[in-house]
C-alpha cells in the first residue's frame, strides 16, 4: 500500500466541498458531455470518493440516467456519501449511488467494466509513483474518459503578502512530496507525472487550472486550511517551527476574520483516448 493513509473527516470534506465545487473546471465538464453514451445509463466509478463530493457536484451537470459507483477505504466516509446522494441529472433523469469498500490500489479493470466514466478528486498528490502507474495503466486499460481533479500543484498566494509566506510554502511543498515507508508521495508533482504518464500511453490529456480563491465569506474554510498549512510546514522545517509563533497567530487571527484572501492552486485532468 502507497498511498499515504491518513484519515480524512467529514468535518474537513464538509468544509471544502463548497469551494471544491467553485473550483472544479466546469470546461472540462463540457468536454465530457461530448464524449458521453448516446443513450442507455452512464456508469460512472469515483475512486477514493470520500464523502461523495464529486458526484454532488458532476452527476447534476451530465445528462441521462447515472449510477455511481463509489470506491474508497473508508467505510465510514462511503456511509456518508450513501447517506447523501447527488440530485437528479441535468435532465431530470435519475442518479443512483452504490458504495463499494475498495482499496483503489487493488483494483483490476474487471472491476471497472462498463465504466463510461471514471473519476477521482483530491487524489493524486497523496499517491507515490507505484500506484500512479498502477493507477493509470487500470484507467488505460478500462478505455473511457478519466477525470482526475483538484490536485494540488504548489502555489499558495496569501493577501496581503508577508515575507515569511514563501518559506512556509516551500517547506509546505517540500512536506507533500515527503518521503514515506511506500515511497516519496507526488505532492505538487503530481499533475505533470500523471499527464506524462498518460500521455506515453497515448492519450490526450486536457488540463485545467482549478484554484480555490477563498474570501471572506470562506473564513472557517480558510482558518482551517491554513492551520494545516503551517502545521505541516513546521513538521517538515524544524527550523521554521521555532521561528513562526508570531506569524501562525497574526495569520490565523486574519482567515477567522474574513481578512485573509487564499489562493490554492489545484489542476483538473480529463483525459481521453
Ligand atoms: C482528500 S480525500 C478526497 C475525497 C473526495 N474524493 C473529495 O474530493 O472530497 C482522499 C480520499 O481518498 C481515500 N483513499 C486514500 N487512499 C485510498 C485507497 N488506497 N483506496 C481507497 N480510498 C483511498 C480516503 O479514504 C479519502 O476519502
Known sequence: MTVEQIRVSTEWL????????????????????????AAGRMVIHDLACGSGSMA???APLLPGPQ???????DADLLEVAAANPPGPAADGAPVIVETRLSDITQLLPDDLAG???ITASA??????????????????AVGCPVLL??????????????????SVAGAFD????????????????????????????GHRVLVRSSPWR???????????????WLDAACEQEAELAAGVGAYADRRLAQARAGQLAVTVGHSDLLVLS
Open 115 to 117: 465504466a463510461n466514466l
Open 123 to 140: 487524489l493524486l498528490d497523496l499517491i507515490t509513483g507505484d500506484p500512479l502507474a498502477d493507477l493509470v495503466g487500470l484507467c488505460s
Open 149 to 166: 481533479t483538484l490536485s494540488v500543484v504548489g502555489r499558495v498566494e496569501l493577501a496581503p503578502a508577508e515575507p515569511l509566506d514563501r
Open 214 to 228: 477563498l474570501g471572506p465569506a470562506d473564513a472557517d474554510l480558510a482558518a482551517e486550511w491554513l492551520t494545516g
Open 14 to 37: 464538509d468544509l471544502r466541498e463548497p469551494a471544491d465545487a467553485a473550483a472544479r473546471s466546469s470546461d472540462l465538464v463540457e468536454r465530457i458531455r461530448r464524449q458521453l453514451p
Open 67 to 73: 449510477l455511481w459507483v463509489m470506491h474508497d477505504r
Open 56 to 58: 454532488r457536484w458532476l
Open 174 to 201: 517540500a512536506h507533500q512530496r515527503r518521503m514515506t515507508a511506500g515511497g516519496r508521495l507526488l505532492g505538487p508533482d503530481a499533475v505533470s507525472a500523471a499527464a506524462g504518464r498518460f500521455r506515453m500511453m
